[in-house]
């Protein structure tokens, strides 16, 4: 039976053998490899006594020639381990091509900085190819293994869906594929912001379970590739999300914060949020930056237009 693209972890609540959370935030010293040992400084780490391999990807991983990111089809493409010259099928390369013959499970880390990792899940290994143009850490044009891998769960947030349809039982056919097409895209803009995304913006939240994937261009007035676009997201709590999308606040371009001039000022005092004008809230990237002047200019202190964006998605 095929493995479908993505389950939904609310499914089940049995917390998984070996105890990790997806979502949640983890010191990689202490509660990865003091539990379980495996190398501390490889990015593939094989602990001796235990049934696991431990992954770990990082943005900073770009500088060595790795460039893990979520494909279209929501697989994980995971660059092997070899910094310098043709990456070989030996050690923890090895271990993840075999990682099911020898009963192991692949557990994958992304990093935030100060030793801090994100669990992104467990993954089953689908398959790998040579990307054949990747330039080592030297500068050198090399061959590279790249693994395909395939998500067991997922755990996006019901929060993060958008009300497009009715519910399943209220529908026809034609309409349920629409809804899980947009489930599927959801799920895949959640976990490509995850990767690209430290934290919420406002408060440094990390933990995924708290926190949702924002679109900074709306859904509704985004292309096919843009709603799917990491670059067109970012990662906010509730509370924070609910400013952004309603257009009560917004960021410029060096990351300074922006609050509208109709925002109650009740509301300033009572949410809880650090909203001074002008609060660094961290730097965007490139096509971020573009994303965010299309925020400035149509959905920032316009509360009315995003009513009638929300009244056009639920016709």
């Known amino acids: 039976m095929e493995r479908p693209l993505f389950q939904n972890l609310a499914a089940s609540n049995a917390i998984p053998d070996h105890g990790f959370v997806v979502g949640a935030v983890y010191n990689r010293r202490t509660d990865i490899h003091g539990r379980f040992g495996g190398q501390v400084q490889y990015g593939i780490s094989t602990p001796r006594d235990h049934p696991y391999v431990f992954l770990f990807t990082a943005v900073g991983g770009l500088r060595h020639g790795y460039f893990d990111q979520y494909a279209d089809d929501g697989t994980f493409h995971y660059y092997g381990e ?11 390369n090895k271990e993840i091509r075999d990682h099911q013959k020898n009963g192991k499970k692949l557990l994958v880390f992304l990093g935030l900085g100060g030793g801090l990792y994100r669990f992104l899940g467990e993954f089953v290994y689908a398959s790998c190819y040579i990307d054949p ?14 693994f395909r891998l395939q998500p067991v769960q997922d755990e996006f947030s019901e929060e993060d869906l958008i009300p497009v349809l009715p519910p399943d039982d209220l529908v026809g056919g034609t309409q349920r594929e629409a809804i899980v097409t947009i489930r599927t895209k959801q799920a895949l803009f959640r976990r490509r912001v995850a990767t690209l995304e430290r934290a919420c913006r406002l408060t440094g939240v990390m933990d995924l379970r708290f926190l949702r994937a924002s679109h900074i261009k709306p859904w509704a007035e985004s292309t096919d590739k843009e709603r799917i676009n990491a670059h067109n997201g970012l990662l906010l709590t509730p509370s924070a999300d609910l400013l ?20 109650p000022t009740e509301v300033q005092e009572k949410l809880g949020l650090d ?3 002008g609060k660094d809230c961290g730097t965007f990237t490139e096509q971020q930056a573009s994303f965010l002047e299309h925020h400035r200019d149509c959905i920032l202190g316009h509360r009315e237009r995003q009513d009638l964006l929300a009244a056009r998605l639920l016709d």
Do not use: C, P, T, Y
């Open 82 to 92: 070899g910094q310098v010259g043709d990456m070989r099928m030996d050690r923890g």
């Open 275 to 277: 909203l001074r004008r």
């Open 133 to 146: 143009e990747n330039v080592d850490r030297q500068g050198q044009v090399r061959n590279a293994i790249v």
């Open 244 to 263: 952004f999308d309603h257009g009560w606040i917004s960021f410029r371009d060096d990351g300074k914060l922006i609050v509208a001039d109709k925002l």
